[in-house]
């Protein structure tokens, strides 16, 4: 069945009290676009309905300020292999990552220690998917990043403001994929059309938008 609205509700911004505690996790203020968003409201919720029911599989919350930070725990580093020992304090432990990885190389110590220091974004209902952001990546102020079963990830090809215009119009809804690696199973288009199918007849022009977007992907 077709989706039929889509509203959005938010709650008040909370940054100017919580703007200590960001910087004390990250060493610095939050760069221009999340803080714009955070002064704007302490993340927001979007209602996918279909004949009139909402959807728990498609509708989505960005996150509060401290659901982001995991309620400000401290985040870790390894500086090699043999360092790494990761705690279970950390944020998102067992969550939107495993202590459990293997870790026997640069490169999975590199993907650990991006995700142990990554902010929750957006959790995917319904799937073990998280949409989080790395504030120290080796280029940018940022890096969006889709998050697998704890263990894949693979930077998103959009800033912050396109992202939300997108989560705005499709929640949910894995029209993010459209924007994953190119060579990557799910970053052919057509899996995200298929995917967002039932928003076709509701939202047909945007779903052409999403997919010229994905065509200038780099």
């Given at each position: 069945m077709p989706v039929t609205s889509v509203t959005i509700s938010s709650t008040p911004s909370t940054l100017d009290e919580s703007m200590a505690q960001v910087t004390a996790v990250l060493g610095r203020e939050l760069p221009d676009d999340f803080a714009a968003l955070y002064r704007e409201?302490?993340?927001?919720?979007?209602?996918?309905?279909?004949d009139g029911k909402t959807s728990p599989d498609w509708s989505a919350a960005i996150a509060s300020l401290s659901e982001a930070f995991d309620d400000w725990?401290?985040?870790q580093?390894?500086?090699d292999v043999d360092d790494y020992n990761p705690s279970f304090d950390e944020p998102f432990c067992e969550?939107?990552?495993?202590?459990?990885?293997?870790?026997?190389?640069?490169?999975?110590l590199a993907r650990?220690?991006?995700?142990?220091?990554?902010k929750?974004?957006?959790?995917?209902?319904?799937?073990?998917?998280?949409?989080?952001v790395d504030f120290t990546p080796e280029?940018?102020?940022y890096q969006l990043l889709w998050v697998y079963e704890g263990s894949e990830t693979q930077p998103l090809a959009l800033d912050l403001p396109a992202f939300l215009r997108w989560v705005r119009v499709f929640g949910a809804a894995r029209w993010y994929w459209a924007f994953l690696p190119?060579?990557?199973s799910m970053g052919d288009f057509a899996t995200t059309r298929e995917a967002l199918a039932a928003f076709a007849p509701f939202a047909a022009a945007e779903l052409a938008a999403l997919a010229n977007a994905a065509e200038a992907r780099p």
């Open positions: 409201c302490d993340g927001f919720t979007v209602n996918v309905e279909i725990k401290p985040h580093q390894s500086s969550t939107i990552w495993s202590p459990d990885a293997d870790v026997d190389d640069d490169e999975s650990m220690n991006q995700l142990r220091r990554s929750l974004l957006l959790s995917v209902p319904g799937a073990p998917e998280w949409i989080v280029d940018g102020d190119r060579d990557h």
